[in-house]
Nanobody, 117 residues
């Protein structure tokens, strides 16, 4: 059974940093790309960043380029999102996601990030 468990969210002041983690289980983590999405209240879920199974960056949303960094540790079955220079409009629920061999999509439960003074 595929499980994705995010952690690391919280309340941070503008300009601050957070590192999100997503621990995966139930599949061969090292063989699959991983993605971070976010959804702010009243808005659609949007792709933040993606990384291939071997650690090559797939993409970043324009709004986070230069501030966020996605990475992974295949030995720990974990994907990370380092978020620096956080802004109030980064406030959202952050989700990790992967796509299975049959194109099925798996989501974690999310971790809340709130950027506010």
């Amino acid at each position: 059974q595929v499980q994705l468990v995010e952690s690391g969210g919280g309340l941070v002041q503008p300009g601050g940093s957070l590192r999100l983690s997503c621990i995966a289980s139930g599949f061969t983590f090292a063989e699959y790309p991983m993605y971070w999405y976010r959804q702010a209240p009243g808005k659609e879920r949007e792709l933040v960043a993606g990384i291939t199974s071997t650690g090559i960056i797939i993409n970043y949303a324009d709004s986070v380029k230069g501030r966020f960094t996605i990475s992974r540790d295949n030995a720990k079955n974990t994907v990370y999102l380092q978020m620096n220079s956080l802004k109030p409009n980064d406030t959202a629920m952050y989700y990790c996601m992967t796509v299975g061999r049959l194109r099925e999509i798996y989501w974690g439960q999310g971790t809340q990030v709130t950027v506010s003074s």
